[in-house]
């Protein structure tokens, strides 16, 4: 068994049972302790962030075959995880031995721990990855077909190709940007019903999209595909995501090739990258797949993770979010290793830092669905809030607050949350 997932581990530190962040997750994540100074690498334990270019500096941390000094002071995760599986490996260990109730080493060093612990309430969270290239699949059965049930009917909800592959399209890296920014009510051509002629106007179709995403942390060179059993060793951590998408844009446009404006002004991810080893004790059996895909995608142990999810919108007229959709990541058809591996199959070359991220996550039930287009069925139904407002599709100065965790018996492995808010444009 793995050590730092052990559920018996305990911290010096003290974190609520309700905590995202106990000694068995230790999230890697990028700050600055206060807006004028240099961003730095550091990990999540219960309310704290752990400066890691700290313990770098104090000798703590070492990485083989690298300088660990500048890459924990660097403002980005990048440089470290181009280290590969075995240092993301041997730096938890060393970061779990640190935090143990009785390891005395940062215990019991009261200068030491002033430096290298702040609050989490006391920091600026920044991206956390150098992004170079971001792919969205469309992995939810269950969404996909319920997209296809509005838009295609009862005889033709997935198209032929769905249950072959893992489709995808190919999104705006630029655009991703960490839980807390805001965005601009997007505005595009749409085309107004019962018109023939487009217009220029305001999106007001705007919505959310409950997605989850993989960072890679060891890429491949130009031809050589990735095998899918060995896919998750290229795989840094995983990350909330929220694709959000403005419907009627969107409708216009993507006939042939897909979105494009509709996508590209705005993806939130959140700050904390959980890895796959603080997620391996929550791994469960994949969804059956109908047919049966082809060899490359074929998994010898088909498998997932059991990561609850939930969105709450908070409209400005509202103290705190209302949750108004719970799923689950294991509901997903298509595993992050089939995605990666037919991703590179046919030659396609991947980076340290790409973001892969799942498509909208649905379950079967109606509180399942992932997103405002399935939750009001295409606008013709409403989300009622508690409140006495109603939502077809997010307003300005909505926001949407996305969260994730793993549950534990006496304790969660969690995100943390996503959240983003849509301001209107001044006049």
């Not at 060891?218 to 899918?228: K, L, M, R, S, Y």
């Not at 009627?248 to 090739?257: F, M």
Request: glycine share 8%.
């Amino acid at each position: 068994m793995d050590i730092t997932v052990d559920p018996k581990l305990t911290s010096f530190i003290e974190v609520d049972a309700q905590s995202h962040f106990p000694i068995q997750n230790l999230p890697y994540g990028v700050f600055k302790p206060e807006s004028s100074a240099p961003a730095r690498v550091g990990v999540a334990i219960g309310d704290y962030v752990l400066d890691l270019s700290v313990l770098a500096q104090q000798g703590l941390l070492k990485c083989k075959h690298a300088d660990a000094k500048q890459i924990f002071a660097a403002p980005h995760l990048n440089d470290f995880m181009a280290l590969g599986q075995p240092a993301w490996r041997a730096v938890r260990g060393t970061l779990s031995d640190l935090l143990q109730t009785d390891n005395p080493t940062l215990r019991d060093n009261t200068q030491l721990r002033a430096q290298a612990l702040i609050l989490q309430n006391d920091v600026q969270m920044q991206l956390p990855v150098t992004i170079g290239d971001y792919t969205d699949f469309y992995s939810s059965k269950e969404h996909a077909s319920n997209v296809g049930l509005m838009f295609r009917g009862q005889e033709n909800p997935l198209l032929p190709n769905w249950t072959h592959m893992p489709v995808a399209y190919h999104g705006r890296a630029s655009s991703v940007v960490v839980s807390g920014t805001n965005f601009l009510h997007p505005h595009g051509q749409v085309l107004p019903p019962d018109t023939e002629q487009p217009v220029y106007a305001p999106s007001q179709g705007m919505d959310f999209e409950l997605e989850m995403g993989f960072l890679l942390g060891a890429g491949n060179q130009a031809g050589e595909p990735i095998p899918v059993d060995q896919a998750e060793q290229h795989i840094f951590g995983m990350v909330l995501v929220n694709d959000w998408s403005a419907r009627d844009i969107q409708r216009w446009e993507y006939v042939p090739l897909g979105p494009f404006l509709s996508k590209s002004f705005c993806t939130t991810i959140s700050p904390w990258v959980v890895s796959l080893d603080a997620l391996a004790p929550f791994k469960v059996d994949a969804v059956a797949q109908d047919p049966q895909p082809l060899a490359y995608l074929q998994e010898k142990k088909r498998q997932t993770y059991d990561i609850n999810l939930e969105v709450a919108l908070r409209s400005p007229h509202m103290h705190s979010g209302e949750v108004i959709c719970r799923s689950n990541f294991r509901y997903l058809y298509w595993t992050v290793a089939q995605q990666l591996a037919h991703h590179t199959v046919a030659g396609c070359n991947t980076n340290v830092g790409d973001l892969m991220a799942s498509g909208t996550i649905s379950g079967k039930e109606k509180h399942e669905r992932g997103c405002l287009l399935e939750l009001t069925w295409g606008g013709k139904e409403v989300v009622h809030l508690s409140n006495g407002e109603e939502r077809r599709f997010l307003l300005d100065g909505d926001e949407i607050i996305m969260m994730g965790w793993c549950q534990a018996e006496g304790y969660r492995v969690g995100f943390g949350d996503a959240h983003g808010t849509m301001l209107a444009h001044s006049a």
